[in-house]
């Protein structure tokens, strides 16, 4: 295969060509072929794939069958569950043949796409997309699906892969909502909430160390030093202090953090905007955010993450390209870990009302320290295997997806062995052949990497 000319695929169902391209684009460039849409009735002689309700009438190496779901469902309702389920039984046991069973074009769209959250209306108490309205719920959002199918059809249709040797990847990367109050929320919870026969002990710990090293919660410093002490750098998200009780509890013009800012962009660490609560529904808010981080800093700031994951697709991704992100990290589930569009790389969003492909880049959160702990309740260890049982996945596809830890979570006193859990997740990645970095730099290699 020459990978340099393109593969001609035959499209019966032309008037949903922006929708089939961008899921082929999923399916064919992860495998580095490069391909080209045709309508199927221009062509008279042949063509490489053929996608159509009916079989086609000139030679075609593969056949894709259409299901119904461009006509029938599309921007008016919701597929059945048991149609997603058996494209992915059917892909999951696929023998080499040059015709595949079930329609994964269309089901790589409505995942990829993110289509169901612009159908189904439920939201959780903060705006978001509750992960067990899923179709995919529970089972198949543990699974990067349409990069798993896209390996399954390659060896049904007996492709080489371009791409064999990417390394998977994971971004490093901290939201900070909050740089005081630890001491307090320590005592709290080891007083209040979790009283146990250690609690006093415990509160002589907290009252030392805070009288030693001040509220337990200004942590960044040792955090970027035990980073820089095991090799890898990651990307802080910094939350704006903007009055509302959700928002961050500092301001970035403190000397402490500016200094503490500009010295780890000096040392290759990324800041990026950790948008407040309402620059989800307010463009403007965004965009006097973004201006006032970059002020602050001096450089411009290319990527962001919502606080509290609130994102609603594809709005979000609109407002956050209109203030001129490059990327966005924001796409997990608050209350699941997995994978909200069933991609471990990054990518391009599609927008299901305009029908178009959006220029902003995408980098799948796939882990966040609060899922593992607030919404699942699981112990470190727990946390620590089903983060590596995720990974596991992306590492299979040789992805690229970012993983999340707040500062918050280093200390010990709420949050027992967490922060433990953050660096066993790197020393996974680095024994398993992966590498760890900030979500922009490890952008920019992925970019560079598909363009070759
Ligand atoms: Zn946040």
């Known amino acids: 295969m020459n990978p340099h000319s393109p593969y001609i695929i035959a499209v019966e169902n032309w008037d949903y060509k922006p929708e089939i391209e961008y899921a082929f684009s999923h399916l064919l460039r992860s495998l580095g072929i490069n391909f080209a849409l045709l309508p199927a009735h221009e062509i008279a002689e042949s063509a490489w794939l053929y ?33 997603l389920l058996s494209v992915d039984r059917s892909m999951q046991d696929v023998r080499a043949s040059n015709v595949l069973e079930a329609d994964i074009v269309a089901a790589t769209f409505f995942v990829t796409s993110g289509y169901e959250e ?36 390659s060896k049904s249709f007996k492709f080489e892969s371009h791409r064999i040797n990417s390394r998977f990847a994971i971004a490093l990367s901290h939201d900070i909502d909050s740089l005081n109050k630890g001491t ?29 090293h001040g509220d337990l919660y200004d942590n960044l410093h040792d955090l970027v030093k035990n980073e820089k002490a095991r090799d890898v750098r990651s990307t802080f998200y910094m939350l704006k202090k903007t009055g509302y009780s959700e928002d961050a509890n500092y301001e970035w013009n403190e000397p402490s953090v500016l200094n503490w800012m500009r010295d780890i962009v000096a040392e290759k660490w990324e800041i990026g905007l950790h948008g407040s609560f309402f620059s989800l529904t307010d463009k403007a808010f965004l965009v006097q955010e973004k201006r006032e981080l970059e002020q602050v800093l001096g450089h411009s700031v290319r990527g962001g993450r919502q606080h509290f994951l609130r994102f609603t697709i594809p709005d979000s991704w609109t407002t956050q390209s209109d203030a001129g992100f490059f990327y966005d990290t924001t796409l997990g589930y608050a209350d699941a870990i997995g994978f909200r569009n069933g991609l471990a790389r990054p990518f391009q969003p599609f927008d299901v009302q ?20 607030q919404y699942l309740g699981l112990s470190a260890e727990k ?64 970019l560079a990497r598909e363009s070759k």
């Not at 979790?194 to 509160?203: E, G, K, Q, V, Y």
């Not at 305009?354 to 702990?373: Q, Y």
Request: one cysteine or more; hydrophobic letters at 35%.
């Open 51 to 83: 996608y159509g309700r009916n079989k086609p009438r000139f030679p075609a190496s593969f056949y894709i069958p259409e299901s119904e779901f461009f006509d029938l469902y599309f921007q008016k309702k919701l597929p059945s569950k048991e149609w």
């Open 118 to 153: 612009t159908i189904i209306p439920d939201r959780d108490h903060a705006g978001r997309f509750p992960a067990n309205r899923s179709l995919r719920w529970p089972g198949l959002i543990k699974r990067p699906l349409v990069d798993e199918w896209a390996q399954s059809m």
């Open 184 to 212: 307090l929320e320590a005592l709290y919870d080891r007083l209040i909430r979790h009283p146990d026969r250690h609690t006093l002990s415990a509160i002589w710990r907290i009252i030392t160390e805070h009288l030693q």
């Open 354 to 373: 305009t029908r178009k492909r959006l220029t902003i880049w995408e980098m799948p959160l796939v882990i966040m320290d609060a899922t593992l702990k």
């Open 383 to 446: 946390a620590y295997s089903q983060s590596t049982e995720i990974l596991q996945s992306v590492r299979q596809v040789n992805g690229m997806v970012a993983v999340l830890w707040h500062n918050t979570y280093f200390t010990s006193y709420k949050y027992p062995g967490y922060a433990q859990v953050y660096w066993q997740i790197i020393d996974w990645c680095k024994k398993n052949g992966g590498t760890c970095g900030p979500a922009g730099e490890l952008l920019d290699h992925y």
